[in-house]
């Protein structure tokens, strides 16, 4: 028997969930820079940063070595806009 506290079973959830539609969308779907994203947000790019580290953000890296970059989808910033609805 596995003991897993609903919060932890719902942000694994919802994790899986956003990851469904990030790849629903993947193709059509709109992309931000993280300067892009934090200036929509009204926050750092910093900030962003540290959420992409955390987890809390999804990002897609384009490119490898010095040239790559990150890119957040634009689902990320739905789900940012409706967690901050929740709280207010």
Same mark, same amino acid.
């Given at each position: 028997?596995?003991?897993?506290?609903?919060?932890?079973?719902?942000?694994?959830?919802?994790?899986?969930?956003?990851?469904?539609?990030?790849?629903?969308?993947?193709?059509?779907?709109t992309y931000?820079?993280?300067?892009?994203?934090?200036?929509?947000? #009204?926050? !750092?790019?910093?900030? /962003?940063? =540290?959420?992409?580290?955390?987890?809390?953000i999804?990002?897609?890296?384009?490119?490898?070595? #010095?040239? !790559?970059?990150?890119? /957040?989808? =634009?689902?990320?910033?739905?789900?940012?806009?409706?967690?901050?609805?929740?709280?207010?």
């Amino acid at each position: 028997m596995f003991l897993v506290s609903t919060k932890s079973l719902n942000l694994h959830l919802f994790a899986l969930s956003c990851y469904i539609m990030f790849m629903d969308y993947e193709d059509t779907e709109t992309y931000y820079t993280v300067k892009e994203f934090a200036k929509l947000l #009204k926050v !750092s790019p910093e900030t /962003i940063r =540290r959420g992409i580290r955390s987890g809390n953000i999804i990002a897609v890296r384009i490119g490898e070595g #010095k040239t !790559s970059s990150l890119r /957040i989808p =634009r689902v990320q910033l739905d789900r940012m806009i409706y967690k901050n609805k929740e709280v207010l």
